[in-house]
């Protein structure tokens, strides 16, 4: 799993009469092997490889991650309606970029805030496991699986194609009150 995904690294460029954007220009970025190269120029993106003319243009450099099949792994803790019990769950993405353009226009670096937030956004997840309680994790995770099947995650981060590869729960820990 990576640390920042989809995009890896930006740099804003300054205008090419101050020394530092001098010294920047010198040093740009370098895009490793499955990585793409994706130069803002005005309103304008271009991906891929470029010239000295319209690099000398760009206002601004963003490297994004190309390979396929990234895991991204997201960690929630969801609560039974009673919340005496609470089922530690990992749900697994593998993503692909297909759109580098649109990945640098949302500006998205943490894939696992995003997925997270899709999570939490998910109609009924909060509520999934009322009727759950200690040793029903199995259960619970075939539910949520049938559920997030039918929610589709390529609309949560612009120009990836997310995939739930996996759902993981945990053994039940229980929050209430010893009476």
Known sequence: ?????????????????????FRQRRRPLVAASDEILVHRIGADYVAGTVDATTAAQATAVSAVNVRRN?????????????????????VTFHCT????????????????????????????????CEA?????????????ASLL?????????????AVVA?????RARYLGSEA
Not at 2 to 21: D, G, K, M, N
Not at 76 to 85: C, H, I, K, V
Not at 102 to 117: D, F, K, Y
Not at 132 to 144: A, H, K, S, V
């Open 97 to 128: 970029v297909v759109d580098p353009v649109a990945v640098v226009r949302a500006r998205r670096t943490a894939a696992i805030l995003t997925m997270n937030s899709f999570l939490a956004q998910a109609p009924r997840l909060g509520g999934v």
């Open 166 to 170: 996996g759902i993981d729960v945990g």
């Open 132 to 144: 759950y309680g200690p040793g029903d994790e199995e259960r619970l995770r075939r539910d949520l």
């Open 1 to 21: 799993m990576t640390r920042r995904y989809p995009i890896t690294q930006h740099r804003e460029l300054q205008p090419s009469f101050r020394w530092s954007a």
């Open 149 to 161: 099947k039918l929610r589709p995650t390529h609309t949560s981060i612009p120009g990836v194609k």
């Open 70 to 90: 990234v895991t991204v792994v997201v960690q929630r803790n969801l609560e039974s309606a009673d919340a005496e019990w609470d089922f530690p769950v990992a």
